[in-house]
């Protein structure tokens, strides 16, 4: 399992969005640390997640310039699958 770490910060406030992968499209598990109230978007919402791994840093971006924070992005460790490398069989077929 891959596991990310994204850390928001802005004068006063630090949250940490942990997601790990078993599948590079979207995260299996997400834990947040820290001030999560203090990085809400304009409207008020809280961010949840920051999606799949293929447009990570473009999405960790967007949403740190909306809440006026700055970002950083750990690598963890581990794998993930993409999704196109998982074989089906038969069995898998939807009818």
């Not at 473009?58 to 809440?67: D, I, K, S, T, Y």
Request: negative net charge.
């Amino acid at each position: 399992m891959k596991t990310i770490r994204i850390t928001l910060t802005k004068p006063g406030a630090q949250a940490a969005c942990t997601q790990q992968y078993r599948v590079t499209e979207w995260p299996s598990d997400i834990t947040w640390a820290g001030n999560r109230q203090a990085f809400s978007f304009p409207d008020g919402t809280v961010i949840e997640h920051f999606g799949g791994l293929d447009n990570l840093q473009r999405v960790a971006e967007h949403f740190a310039n909306l809440c006026g924070a700055t970002y950083e992005i750990e690598d963890l460790g581990g794998e993930a699958i993409f999704a196109h490398d998982i074989v089906r069989g038969p069995s898998d077929k939807s009818e």
